[in-house]
């Protein structure tokens, strides 16, 4: 068995290697919503706090476009009666910002929920 160490893989350009037939999350951040903190994250420069349940994720690199992918979810709540709704709020994404909410089905109202976590998919600017 070989082992191969690496502190930096390039193209034969110099480049940035192309990785084929995969796609690695290019952001996620995990969020208490009641205390408007990160708890973890990649790639997040910094979370707004708009209202209750309504947040803005920004990124620190920007993706290529604003037609990437952004799922979530809430967890570790009491409750189970929550649709998160990412990129809500009829506000669209843009190549370094994300909004969404969290929505209490039950109440018919915003909720800050202890930890919502979104995942962004596409390519970096």
């Known amino acids: 068995?070989?082992?191969?160490?690496?502190?930096?893989?390039?193209?034969?350009?110099?480049g940035a290697a192309t990785l084929t037939k995969q796609q690695a999350p290019k952001m996620w951040t995990t969020v208490n919503q009641s205390t408007a903190a990160i708890k973890d994250s990649l790639n997040t420069a910094s979370?707004?706090?708009?209202s209750t349940g309504l947040f803005t994720h920004t990124a620190t690199s920007a993706m290529s476009n604003a037609n990437y992918a952004v799922s979530g979810t809430n967890i570790g709540d009491?409750?189970?009666?929550?649709?998160l709704n990412v990129c809500g709020a009829g506000v669209a994404n843009t190549t370094t910002a994300h909004k969404y909410y969290n929505y209490n089905t039950v109440t018919d109202g915003h909720h800050d929920a202890v930890t919502i976590s979104t995942v962004v998919q596409g390519d970096l600017a």
């Open 78 to 83: 009491t409750q189970s009666s929550y649709a």
């Open 47 to 50: 979370i707004t706090d708009h």
């Open 1 to 14: 068995m070989s082992t191969l160490k690496a502190d930096t893989i390039q193209s034969t350009s110099g």
